[in-house]
């Protein structure tokens, strides 16, 4: 039965086999880039031990409530375009640390999964702890009744990093899961006074990544201090600096994405 998921037109997973390479910052950004062109997003984190977007979006210390089909996600907008759930929420102290064992994690995502009423969504975005660990197994085969259904694969691009994510994309292979296309982030660093783009670590690593994998390369992120501090402080980057590098990006990642997930449905 779709349950709560019958009004989600849309399902990207964000993926990393390798932690630190920014996919709540993608997850978040995404979903404003999206917003911004007129749809309705919801923002699934079950990254149980980490849940940084509610932070992220400014959200920290909103209280979930319940309704008859379940948990009322929580808002972030006055005009309720991002929906946002979090084990963050659920916390009594915001510093207190998740230790739970696989069992506890995965009745959550799937309560996550089943028990939120998410209402009308054009996508819901699902942020993922790194790696492929039992958590992301349970998110896939929750979630792998409700399609179209795919991912975004997120890579920084030094070496070890694409080894990880490589990784990643084969896991993705063995359970079914269709590739919307790899991102690079932290691809470079953007001078916010002269615009420039350094390459700090080495480049071009997730676009020949995906070339071997044969997914699609949806573009390259830089390091970008405004997008940093609007993260830190929970504001809307793709609304405020909509002349920095990093904007460019993110908005032609979230056209990319707009034009891939319907090839998904046939």
Known sequence: EPGNLA?????????????????????TELALALRHQGKKVGILD?????????????AQGKAVHQCDSGWVP?????????????????????????????PKKHALIKQFVSDVAWGELDY????????????????????????????????????????????????????GLQVIGVIENMSGFACPHCAECT????????????????????????????LTRSLEE???FIQEFPKSTAYSALTSIAHKVLHQMPALCS
Not at 7 to 27: A, D, P
Not at 46 to 58: A, R
Not at 80 to 102: C, H, K, T, Y
Not at 203 to 212: C, D, K, M, V
């Open 74 to 102: 929580v808002f972030v907008d006055q005009e309720q375009s991002i929906s946002l759930m979090s084990v963050g929420f659920l916390l009594e102290n915001p510093d207190e640390a998740v230790v739970w064992r696989g």
């Open 46 to 58: 079950v990254d149980l031990c980490g849940p940084s977007i509610p932070h992220m979006l400014h």
């Open 124 to 175: 819901l975005v699902v942020d993922t702890p790194p790696g492929t660990s039992d958590e992301h197994m349970a998110t896939v085969e929750a979630l792998r009744p409700y399609k179209p259904l795919g991912a975004l694969v997120v890579t920084t691009p030094q070496a070890v990093s694409i080894g990880d994510v490589r990784r990643e994309l084969t896991f993705c292979k063995k359970t």
């Open 199 to 226: 390459n700090v670590f080495s480049s071009g690593g997730g676009e020949e990544l995906a070339r071997l994998a044969g997914v699609p390369f949806l573009g390259s992120v830089p390091l970008d201090p405004q």
């Open 7 to 27: 009004g989600v037109r849309h399902i990207i997973l964000v993926l990393s086999g390798k932690g630190g390479v920014g996919k709540s910052t993608i997850s």
């Open 234 to 236: 929970g504001r809307d």
